[in-house]
């Protein structure tokens, strides 16, 4: 196989080398546990600190408002059962389109006697903040919007939501697991009150993320155990990680806005050579209010599983938006939730462009697509799909 | 990759792929549940598949066990095709993922419907 062209960075993206290079000390001469008073866990103290500082600075908020998780999953974990559970009962507004780390702990507080509203999206997989502001009930205790989508990239109108959770007093939650380092991400203007956010989506290494927990929000700890965290998040600190997600996030804060502008053009060539060339296609998600490096593109008549393959042997990685596990397929949850019809939605696939991606990468991507999906579609029987 | 050589072969170049006009048998088998779907046609020369096409929608090995199946299916006995098992099929991909085991399905009984059909044509007995 030739090169191998890399077109899936909204599921994970390889680590900066900068990044890399912070890192290695932690995993061997710098290797104390930061809750320890002698110099090796002092030393671990202060990369942990200084970490949470620069990310801090990144966002705008404070040092201590920051929690260091495992990953988005726990970071959206915390948040809404955090919120729920220091409530003990009441209500949530999400909506259809969440990460399954939203949308399934809902549904389990759904089960332990929680009322949740999940609210429906347009056909460019937006929210209506209207919507959000009839479902507030008396009992509302939280609502989680998120704030880019990770399948198709539309970017939700987070500002309105916030300012009317603001007006209601309702706390609100925004998994920002696809937008923090790659878009402005101002959580005052926004109004938001948690935020999740990761560090493999970011350059940043596996295994590390964050909450940002604004002051005063009444959270309860869901992991227990040790002191760390300030009591927020039991368990030895995972200090390479931090450090790596502080440095990633150094690193974007140089590099995301020449980036943006970057992928946006390449996202758009991707579509307009695809498209030129390819018969029945349709990009999914907001034409204009979507993730620079982010393009879903739906193959009428082919399934998503066969394209991923026959680009795999090419040596080209993306994402199918539906998934056959044990002989049963069924569409992207979130092109269903946007009313994109079935034999659409089957052929739905997923580019997603990182720092590393070139004009080149993007021209032999389509190079790629468009035999494949004439043969695919040569091979189909007519009325099927 | 979780998928055999030979199966992805079949997947890159499929044999005997697209329409037959005027078939002597034909026959779909469509998976329930993930909708993949194989078409086999036959064309009979002294109750022998002189020629099989096939036409399939699904993923990789659906593609790959419908062009397994034309490959295999070629020259044999229409009598024969009636019984030939998803297992045959199967083999002849070098394997398949338990999860992707009903792709020999659909292929084996798009094969066995075209065979019946043919059969049926003819007027012969079964």
């Known amino acids: 196989m030739s090169r191998r062209i890399y077109l899936d960075h909204n599921a994970s993206t390889p680590v900066h080398p900068e990044v890399l290079a ?29 970490a949470r500082d620069r990310i801090a600075r990144f966002l705008g908020v404070r040092a201590d408002e920051i929690v260091f998780t495992s990953g988005g999953t726990e970071s959206d974990n915390f948040a809404i059962k955090g919120l729920a559970q220091a409530r003990g009962g009441g209500h949530l507004i999400t909506s259809r389109v969440e990460h399954h780390a939203v949308i399934r702990t809902c549904q389990w507080l759904e089960s332990q006697g929680f009322a949740v509203t999940f609210l429906d999206v347009d056909e460019h997989g937006m929210v209506d903040p209207d919507d959000v502001k009839r479902a507030i009930r008396g009992d509302t205790i939280g609502i989680s919007i ?19 959770a603001r007006d209601h007093g309702v706390p609100f939650h925004v998994d920002a697991v696809q937008t923090f380092g790659k878009i402005p991400l101002d959580v005052q203007a ?15 290494p596996k295994g590390i993320a964050g909450l940002w927990i604004r002051k005063g929000t009444k959270l309860v700890a869901v992991q227990h155990g040790g002191e760390h965290e300030r009591r927020r998040r039991a368990g030895t600190e995972n200090v390479p990680g931090i450090v790596g997600l502080g440095k990633a996030v150094e690193v974007r804060a140089q590099e ?3 980036e943006a502008v970057r992928l946006v053009a390449l996202r758009d060539r991707l579509w307009d050579g695809i498209r030129a060339r390819v018969p029945e296609v349709r990009l999914n998600g907001h034409s204009t209010a ?3 490096g982010t393009a879903n593109i739906c193959y009428r008549h082919v399934e998503s599983e066969s394209i991923v393959l026959g680009l795999d042997l090419k040596g080209i990685a993306v994402s199918a938006g539906s998934a056959c596990t044990s002989g049963s397929i069924e569409p992207s949850y979130v092109l269903v939730a946007m009313g994109v019809p079935v034999d659409w939605a089957m052929g739905a696939v997923r580019h997603s462009l990182g720092r590393t991606t070139t004009a080149e990468d993007v021209d032999e991507v389509v190079e790629g697509v468009v035999p494949l999906v004439e043969k695919l579609r040569a091979a189909r029987p007519a009325g099927v799909a | 990759m979780r998928y055999s050589a030979t199966l992805l072969d079949h997947f890159l170049h499929p044999r005997h792929a697209g329409l037959m006009r005027e078939p002597d048998g034909v026959g779909s088998e469509e998976f329930e549940g993930c909708g993949d779907l194989a078409r086999i046609f036959l064309r009979v020369r002294d109750g ?16 790959a066990a419908a062009s397994v199946t034309s490959e295999r299916a070629t020259g044999r006995r229409v009598e024969d095709l009636v019984n030939v098992k998803a297992e045959e099929i199967e083999a002849a991909l070098d394997g398949l ?30």
């Open chain 1, 22 to 50: 912070e890192m290695l000390p932690y995993f061997g001469e710098r290797f104390g546990n930061p809750s320890s008073i002698h110099g090796f866990g002092r030393e671990a103290r202060a990369a942990v600190d200084a």
């Open chain 1, 146 to 164: 998120m704030h880019a989508n990770s399948e198709v990239g539309t970017i939700q109108p987070v500002a309105a939501i916030g300012a009317i």
């Open chain 1, 190 to 204: 926004l109004g938001i009150d948690l935020l999740s956010f990761s560090g493999h989506k970011i350059y940043g």
């Open chain 1, 256 to 258: 995301m806005a020449g």
């Open chain 1, 290 to 292: 979507r993730l620079p």
């Open chain 2, 48 to 63: 022998r598949a002189d020629e099989v096409r096939f036409q399939a929608y699904g993923c990789g090995p659906t593609i």
């Open chain 2, 97 to 126: 993922p338990e999860d992707r085991r009903h792709a020999a399905t659909v292929a084996a009984g798009a094969l066995r419907a075209a065979a019946l059909d043919a059969l049926d044509r003819r007027g012969g007995a079964r």
